[in-house]
């Protein structure tokens, strides 16, 4: 779960600095944010895979917060799990309705947040239990930074292998070059928009010694996909 962020939510400083100890324990990359108003900046710098949100917030509440994210197209698929010491039925199905994707009671045990945590990431498609995503003959093993087609390894950069992952965790789907310099490069980064283009060329030079360089079809006037039906 290296590859994965999480981004902490929780105005409690002793609880906030627990979740980041148990996250990283746990493998993954973890940032944090003592209130909405900040997470929002939090959300706007980087990339973040999941959010772990308090629902008792100052300011802006963890809820109102995730019916923000969750009305915006660019956060609409972002897992969210909901941590509150409401323990009402009515309380859990509001959370749910709003969006949220589960929906933890404190106390809770660090043990019960990974699991939820992970269980998360793999309905959601960025986690699979070996810890691989595979898509018909591509295979993306995230622990060991490697891409291969049919077994055979194909070597890309760093950031070629991170527009992949990107491209496999949502197969079919059309993303903007905008889209996907916020969602692989992140936003605290100025980049212009043709650097996605350089990338996509060199990708597909790569998957073409394959004779697979149709995997990523460009969509004319939106911009890219990954498909397996050709």
Do not use: C
Not at 43 to 53: Q, T
Not at 74 to 97: F, H, Q, V
């Amino acid at each position: 779960m290296a590859n994965l962020n999480i981004l902490v939510v929780e105005d409690e400083d002793a609880i906030r600095e627990m979740l980041i100890m148990v996250l990283e324990q746990a493998g993954l990359q973890v940032s944090a944010a003592a209130s909405a108003e900040e997470a929002l900046g939090a959300l706007a710098e980087n990339r973040v895979d999941l959010l772990v949100l308090d629902w008792m917030l100052p300011g802006m509440s963890g809820v109102e917060l995730a019916r923000r994210l969750k009305r915006e197209s660019s956060y609409k698929e972002l897992p969210i799990i909901l941590l509150t010491a409401r323990g009402e039925e009515e309380d859990k199905i509001r959370g749910l309705e709003i969006g949220a994707d589960d929906y933890i009671t404190k106390p809770f045990s660090p043990k019960e947040l990974v699991a939820r945590i992970k269980a998360v990431m793999r309905r959601s498609g960025k986690l699979s239990e070996t810890g691989q995503l595979t898509l018909g003959d591509l295979t993306l093993d995230a622990e060991q930074h490697r891409l291969s087609i049919a077994g055979k390894v194909i070597d890309v950069s760093p950031t070629e292998f991170r527009l992949m992952q990107f491209f496999m965790t949502n197969p079919d789907k059309v993303y903007s070059r905008t889209h996907l310099l916020d969602q692989v490069w992140g936003r605290s980064v100025y980049i212009e928009e043709r650097t996605v283009d350089v990338h996509i060329r060199r990708l597909r030079k790569l998957l073409a010694e394959f004779d697979r360089e149709d995997l990523i079809q460009t969509v004319r006037g939106f911009g890219y996909r990954l498909s397996m039906a050709e």
